[in-house]
Nanobody, 118 residues
Framework: VQLQASGGGLVQAGGSLRLSCVASGRTFRGYHMGWFRQAPGKEREFVAA????????DYADAVKGRFTISRDYAKTTVYLQMNSLKPEDTAVYYCAAKDSYYSNFDIWGQGTQVTVSS
């Protein structure tokens, strides 16, 4: 599967953005999907994940209650709705996929820049 992320941009603190990640190639349905981010000078960190069925989601503590991950099987797309954005959310956001729940994410898309101004 190939991943193409989009939707980043510049937003003021308190604002919202929705990131999209379109999957192409092999069947989208069988993959668990996730979002990660990397801020300047920092390591890449987990943001959110959703199982292949969509029945289970997981979030980093820093984004719980503000971000929502979802997936649309018809559009083979996974979304990250980001509300109440903070300057510390500024980072390059990456979508990722894996075909086993217990394995590491091993398929990565290109990043999309999110910048939150104070």
């Amino acid at each position: 599967v190939q991943l193409q992320a989009s939707g980043g941009g510049l937003v003021q603190a308190g604002g919202s953005l929705r990131l999209s990640c379109v999957a192409s190639g092999r069947t989208f349905r069988g993959y668990h999907m996730g979002w990660f981010r990397q801020a300047p000078g920092k390591e890449r960190e987990f943001v959110a994940a959703i199982t292949w069925s969509g029945s289970t989601t997981d979030y980093a503590d820093a984004v719980k209650g503000r971000f929502t991950i979802s997936r649309d099987y018809a559009k083979t797309t996974v979304y990250l709705q980001m509300n109440s954005l903070k300057p510390e959310d500024t980072a390059v956001y990456y979508c990722a996929a894996k075909d086993s729940y217990y394995s590491n994410f091993d398929i990565w898309g290109q990043g999309t820049q999110v910048t939150v101004s104070s």
